[in-house]
C-alpha cells in the first residue's frame, strides 16, 4: 500500500467539486448578493486551487515504485545529499515537457491575471495572444509539466495515472465553460468553436504573434 499516493489522488478528485461550486458565480450572487456572493466563490477558488496542486505536487512526490526502464537507466546522474539519481535519458525526456508546461503556466497568468487564476473569476473574454491558440494553456501546461515530472522524478504510479490526471483537468474545464457561457453568453460560445481546448490547432491561416 501506498498511503501518501493514494491520499493525493483523492485529495485532488475531492477538489474537483470545490471547484464546480466556485465557478458558479452567477448562482452564488443570486443567492446572497453580488458581494457576498463573489467572496464565497473567490474563497471556494482559492480553496479549491491551492489544494489541488498541492494534491498534485503530492502525487508526483510521494513514496511509489520507481519508473524502470531498462535501456534507459544508465548513465545518470547522483544527488548525494538527498540519495536520489536520475537517468540521463529521463532527464532529456522530461526537461521539454517542464519547460513547455512552465511557460504555458506563467504567459496564461500574464495574460489573465493572477487573481483570475485563483478565484476563477473574470471579468472579460480573453482570447489574445497564447488563448488565441487554446482556451485553457494553463491546465494544458499543467498536464505536459505532469508528465515531465513523472519521468524526471522516476514516479512510476504518477505516469500511470496520467489518464486520471487529464480526465480531472477536462472536468474543471468544462465546469468553467459551462458557466462562462452563462456568463458571457454567445460571445463565449464563437470563442468556444474557434479555438480548441487543450491541443493547438497545427494549421493556422493567419501568423499569431506570441508574448516572448
Known amino acids: ?39 464565497i466563490t473567490g474563497i471556494l477558488g482559492l480553496t479549491s486551487g491551492w489544494g489541488f496542486f498541492i494534491f498534485w505536487f503530492g502525487i508526483w512526490i510521494s513514496p511509489q515504485p520507481r519508473l524502470i526502464i ?39 497568468v500574464r495574460e489573465t491575471s493572477l487573481k483570475v487564476a485563483e478565484t476563477h473569476r473574470t471579468e472579460k473574454i ?6 488565441s491558440l487554446i482556451r485553457h494553456p494553463q491546465y494544458f501546461g499543467g498536464l505536459l509539466a505532469h508528465i515531465g515530472i513523472s519521468f524526471l522524478l522516476s514516479s512510476l504510479f504518477s505516469l500511470i495515472f496520467t489518464p486520471l490526471v487529464f480526465l480531472l483537468n477536462f472536468l474543471v474545464a468544462w465546469k ?9 453568453g454567445k460571445d463565449y460560445e464563437s470563442y468556444k468553436k474557434r479555438v480548441p481546448m ?15
Open 176 to 184: 468553467e465553460e459551462k458557466e462562462l457561457i452563462k456568463e458571457f
Open 70 to 108: 531498462p535501456f534507459m537507466q544508465n548513465p545518470r546522474i547522483i544527488i548525494p545529499i538527498i540519495n536520489f539519481s536520475i537517468p540521463i535519458f529521463y532527464l532529456l525526456i522530461s526537461v521539454p515537457f517542464i519547460l513547455i508546461g512552465a511557460w504555458l503556466g506563467i504567459v496564461s
Open 126 to 131: 480573453v482570447s489574445t495572444k497564447i488563448y
Open 1 to 39: 500500500m501506498y498511503p501518501w499516493f493514494i491520499l493525493s489522488i483523492l485529495g485532488m478528485c475531492f477538489m474537483v467539486p470545490l471547484h464546480f461550486l466556485s465557478v458558479e458565480h452567477l448562482r452564488f450572487q443570486k443567492k446572497y448578493g453580488v458581494d457576498k456572493g463573489n467572496k
Open 198 to 212: 487543450f491541443f493547438p490547432k497545427l494549421k493556422k491561416q493567419k501568423k499569431i504573434k506570441l508574448e516572448k
